[in-house]
């Protein structure tokens, strides 16, 4: 009977929850997204804070224990504490001084000051039930990559309902749903190619909503609100951290909570000084300190999370005189293709090198470490000459050498799923667009911000040809063996993945009447998430750009998770197959 009081009591608190959350967000959207505030948002604001406060109140009556109830919502007390004080003072104060006159406390600032304070408060219990909320989302019985897949769809459909508001554009941009959509999927998907000029077609809001949708796409829902549980002093559970083992591909679960820090920790402070850096570069094309500033940021993010949006109408071909600003980004964008994983093992090893460790005590780069940093530094110089020979007497023709090469590097590194361009594309030859396919089809580490087929899946076709060519049976790759299952997913990533560009493009060449080449070059740049365009994104028609969104989300999450979503249960068949023998090549 008391169970069954309580189950009950449950379901109604959750019910609360959900009804004072959506209440809180939509006003929230409302307040900020309409330029006429309605008298609704206010109500529902009203919902949202009393909603919160009954279910505290009813979470306090069927507490287990007080010291367990202090525990587990000491941030939705203290902001309680903290509205009702800030009313009180705001009234008390309000009444006392509006005797005197004072314009500043009239009864409409007053409530202005009220509404400021509540929405502080639901922002606040929202954060404060998120980790909640991500436990109860990872108990549910739910595949790992079905949840991935359902995520990011649907901060794509939201990100596209708030672009769609009055104030995300100017007065004389009438924004379409299929335009916010591909905008929203190409942020997420941290992409960048755009229908519509980010600098132009957007106001700082709507900018600051797709900057938002970047710093969501590159780190993933998921991590985040499992760092806020870290961050209450919650642990992670069993399920959750199969969860992010499955997204960050941690080997060992014991191992998710101090990645999960990492990545937070480190992205910040990636972001937070190449933001730095570029304030101070960006000084003599930007005289306004809070121009500066936002663009900063703007890009830092962008950057890291090799999203490829920008400010500019040119990307950042206005930035080439500004060769600082330049190589800040690249840096970014590098760092942030490397992985996680990586970085985390590269400032490990670095750390016991500045500490003066033998280097026999030192920690060992890992297989993955030495794998995704040869092979970056391999591609990024093989596509810098490549660029800097096909385009000496061309593109690049008229700049002094050394920025000629600047050029090319920067080039090649953006490439590799960034998207900034800081020369324009269209007056590239032919053979240098496609190197710069190729270059995007691979990609960058996997476990990154950035997209493609991978490094490490390049890196175990090449071990797999090499020992067949040898004829070997097992994968070498630095020195260690490959599995085969290791060796299968490759294949699969790498041929599906060419399966799906090739249904791209052709589909494109079908739908749209625009040179095949910038085609090629749009759908594999979509399936990369690269972002880099020859400028034909504006001129497709609803069809193409429905394909380009496919592509992007596709390129994003990866064909194995996709996979993983759409297929059934794997299970052991119990009954074997004669072998069978068929000619290959």
Known sequence: MLQGMKHRHAIARALILVVAGLCGLTALVTEHGLRTPVLATRVLDAVAVVGFLVELGLAWRWRSGTRSFLRARWLSLVLTVLLVVQVVLVFAMG???????????????????????????????????????????????????????????????????????????????????????????????????????TATEFTRFGQVLILVLIQLGGLGIMSLSATMVLMLGRGISLRESQFMREVFQVPVLDGVSSVLRFIVLWTLASEAAGAILLYDQLDVLIRDPGERLFTAIFHAVSAFCNAGFSTYSDSLMSWSATGGAL?????????????????????????????????SQQPRLGLQTRVVTAWTAGLLVAGAAGLALLEWNGALAGLPWPRRLAQALFQSATCRTAGFNSLDLNLLGPASLFLMVVLMFIGAGSGSTAGGVKIN?????????????????????????????????????????????????????????????????????????????????????????????VLMFVGRLGVLTLAYALARQAREDSVRMPNGRLMIG
């Not at 922002?123 to 990872?138: E, S, T």
């Not at 490397?338 to 500490?355: H, I, N, S, Y």
């Open 95 to 197: 009444s006392r001084l509006l005797a005197h006159g004072g314009s500043w406390w009239r009864p409409t600032s007053l409530t202005q000051m009220y509404l400021v304070v509540a929405q502080f408060y639901v922002v606040g219990v929202l954060f404060a039930h998120l980790p909640r909320l991500h436990r109860r989302f990872a108990q549910l019985r739910m595949r790992p990559g079905v949840a991935f897949v359902l995520v990011f769809a649907v901060v794509i459909l939201v990100g596209a309902s708030m672009l769609l508001l009055p104030r995300a554009t100017p007065d004389d941009v009438d924004l379409s749903p299929l335009d916010a959509l591909f905008t929203a999927t190409s942020a997420v998907c941290v992409t960048g190619l755009i229908v519509r000029d």
């Open 327 to 359: 190589w800040t980004v690249a840096l970014l964008l590098v760092t942030g293709g490397l992985g996680f994983t990586v970085m985390l093992e590269l400032l490990r090893r670095l750390r016991a090198f500045g500490q003066g460790t033998a280097r």
């Open 457 to 549: 899946t390049v890196a175990v076709i090449t071990s797999e040809i090499r020992a067949i060519a040898a004829g070997r049976r097992q994968l070498r790759l630095r020195n260690r063996e490959i599995d085969e299952v290791t060796a299968r997913r490759a294949t699969v990533v790498l041929t599906v993945s060419a399966m799906v560009g090739a249904l791209g493009i052709f589909a494109l060449l079908i739908l749209e009447p625009l040179p095949p080449l910038s085609l090629v070059f749009e759908a594999v740049s979509a399936l990369g998430t690269v972002g880099l365009s020859l400028g034909v994104t504006p001129q497709l028609s609803v069809g193409g750009k429905l394909v380009i969104i």
